[in-house]
């Protein structure tokens, strides 16, 4: 029989716990840097979430925008402030509050300046002796508001429009405060 020396003896025995603690560290290391990549693939899922549904609710918002503004809304201005309810894809609703407009400008509009062989222009044109035509430009401004959403997603998008209208209405519309941008 031979006989192991006292040296090697202790310095395999020493060895033997190495190997399971450096196995147990390098688990660790591997289980933390799993948690980060699920905990930032959670964190860019919901970022992205979130932004699809705020470009819902801006569409959502343009719509409602669009629908006010195709309509002559000049005709019942109050009547324009109500909300809307817009579906989107996948049966998502969003409620959008249209507010009054209100004008922001209104800008007279000389004879000099219309073409009398367009028929619009020759709606306005006075007479030779009145530099200003019966027409204005007005500048409207309307505010299309998404409080409440899919998600909860808040937007509010406001929109100009020129429109030419007759210069009694432009001036009653102007002179009132309840009409006019703040």
């Not at 006010?68 to 201005?77: H, W």
Request: proline share 2%; hydrophobic share 40%; charged share 20%.
């Amino acid at each position: 029989m031979k006989s192991i020396p006292i040296r090697m003896a202790s310095r395999r025995a020493a060895e033997r716990g190495s190997v399971l603690l450096l196995s147990l560290f390098m688990l660790m290391v591997m289980t933390l840097l799993a948690l980060s990549a699920i905990k930032m693939g959670t964190v860019n899922l919901r970022t992205i979430n979130n932004m699809q549904m705020r470009s819902e609710a801006m569409g959502a918002a343009q719509h409602a925008l669009d629908q006010v503004m195709s309509s002559n809304f000049t005709d019942d201005v109050a009547g324009t402030e109500r909300d809307w309810t817009v579906a989107v894809d996948a049966g998502k609703t969003y409620n959008v509050a249209v507010a009054r407009p209100c004008i922001r400008q209104v800008t007279p509009i000389m004879n000099t300046v219309l073409d009398i062989g367009n028929s619009e222009d020759l709606k306005c044109y006075d007479t030779i002796s009145n530099p200003v035509s019966a027409c204005s430009t007005t500048v409207w401004e309307i505010t299309a508001t998404v409080r409440e959403g899919w998600f909860g997603a808040n937007v509010a998008i406001t929109q100009g429009t020129g429109i030419r209208m007759d210069n009694g209405a432009a001036t009653v519309y102007s002179n009132d405060s309840s009409y006019r941008c703040s």
